[in-house]
């Protein structure tokens, strides 16, 4: 004879077999819902700020990778890159292509007003506004050495958090 399974009730003990709790009562669902609001509360502030930096921290490293590339773009091109910048909008540009017949070829640009994060700053030490890479060693050409080139400077929409970009002369990027 086969074994009794545990779930089902035995037929010969009527409604004995089964549980008489059907389910959850008010309170215990109000205290469960108490307790859920209550840790959610707690949080949420964490969670803005994590994703606050994160918005910054992106920002930034778009327009890092961005300057790299040009750097990179530089020496592999064996032409000199010139990075331009305003608050707005970021170009690379490779003086002098003979691919162009001389002419001046825009590379890539980068529009700073989609960023995640807005831009607070752009400064930049030399008057004309702009930097140019040397195509041998990837550094910056002789007129910006000497100086900080450029420098930029990124906040979290809620302005609690603040992250800078620089160039420096030896075209190394840092944050």
């Known amino acids: 004879m086969p074994s009794k399974a ?10 004995k077999g089964f549980s008489t709790n059907k389910g959850f009562t008010l309170v215990e669902l109000m205290i469960a819902i108490a307790v859920l609001a209550i840790i959610t509360s707690l949080a949420l502030p964490s969670y803005r700020s994590i994703i606050e930096k994160r918005r ?8 890092s990778a ?10 592999k091109r064996n032409l ?3 990075v331009a910048c305003t ?12 691919a162009a017949n001389g ?4 590379l890539r640009t980068l ?3 989609v960023l995640p994060a807005g831009i607070k700053d ?10 140019v890479f040397d195509p041998v060693r990837g550094m910056l050409a002789a007129g910006d050495i000497g100086q900080r080139p450029l420098e930029i400077q990124l906040e979290s929409p809620e302005k609690m958090y603040a992250m800078n970009i620089q160039l420096a002369a030896t075209g190394r990027v840092k944050m």
């Open 80 to 82: 000199e890159v010139e």
């Open 87 to 98: 608050k707005i909008l970021c170009t690379a540009t490779v003086l002098n292509d003979p």
């Open 111 to 113: 529009d700073l007003a």
């Open 103 to 106: 002419a001046n070829v825009e």
């Open 56 to 63: 910054v921290t992106s920002g930034t490293e778009q327009v």
């Open 6 to 15: 545990n779930t089902r009730r035995d037929p010969q003990k009527g409604k």
């Open 66 to 75: 961005f300057l790299s590339a040009a750097q990179m773009e530089a020496v």
């Open 122 to 131: 752009v400064k930049f030490d030399p008057s004309d506004g702009r930097v």
